[in-house]
């Protein structure tokens, strides 16, 4: 049973606009959440993370929004560029510095 | 800082062979992390070490995985026997407290 969900494997967007990537979760224990980006060859790296006492934390051309009732969280990417292009996971923890549960990942591609 | 350091980087080996795969954490780090990634399965924690001890096994897959951590600055994954199933990526992560956690570039593990 998949506790983190990113329904959509792959997104294209074109450069300039806004990418928006999707996660679901089902644990009602999740308090914090947070996003990584993957290039090939490399591990995740960090990119932004956002509380349950939060719904929307931003970082330049990072926004995350979370919507506890929902249980989705949303990373808005703006204006998108082709750097940005690679593989964008969701994780969700009980609480921060925790075990991480990831999503399967979605692939963003930005094109010029 | 030479970020989080595995080795090797690929490794081929043959059904029923040992495989240990190695981890250095970022100095001051107090928790590691082994994460294991396929297309099936996507990224999933295997274990987790506090302070160098285990806190939650509950991830690895079968007795034919360990993991040790002797000291705060060196830990193993250790496969026996491996079997072809066992091909993946394999990601260690460090954190600090309630720090996001920080990944290394992975081993690329093919059991023949």
């Known amino acids: 049973d998949q506790q ?6 792959s997104l294209s967007v074109q450069e300039g606009r806004i990418s928006i990537l999707n996660c679901d ?11 990584y980006k993957k290039y090939p060859a490399e591990g995740p790296t960090f990119l932004i993370s956002i509380s349950s006492i939060k719904d929307k934390n931003e970082d330049g051309r990072f926004t995350v929004f979370l919507n506890k009732s929902a249980k989705h969280l949303s990373l808005h990417i ?7 292009s690679a593989v964008y996971f969701c994780a969700a923890s009980p609480n921060a510095g925790n075990m991480l549960t990831f999503g399967g990942g979605t692939r963003l591609m930005v094109k010029p | ?10 490794e081929v080996t043959e059904m029923g062979q040992e495989v240990t795969l190695r981890c250095k954490p970022i100095s001051g780090h107090n928790s590691l992390f082994w994460y294991r990634q396929t297309m099936m399965r996507g990224l999933e924690l295997l274990i987790y070490f506090n302070n160098n001890v285990p806190i939650d096994d509950s991830g690895m897959p079968e007795d034919r995985f360990s993991a040790k951590m002797p000291n705060a600055s060196f830990s193993t994954l250790k496969i026996q026997p491996s079997e072809p199933r066992d091909s993946a990526v394999y990601f260690c992560a460090s954190s600090l407290s ?8 992975g081993t690329r593990l093919t059991v023949l």
């Open chain 1, 4 to 9: 983190v969900k990113q329904n959509s494997p």
């Open chain 1, 25 to 35: 979760y089902t644990n009602s224990m999740f308090d914090y959440f947070l996003w």
């Open chain 1, 78 to 84: 703006v204006p998108s560029q082709p750097g940005d």
């Open chain 2, 1 to 10: 800082d030479a970020g989080v350091i595995q080795s090797p980087r690929h």
């Open chain 2, 98 to 105: 309630s720090d996001e956690q920080f990944f290394g570039p």
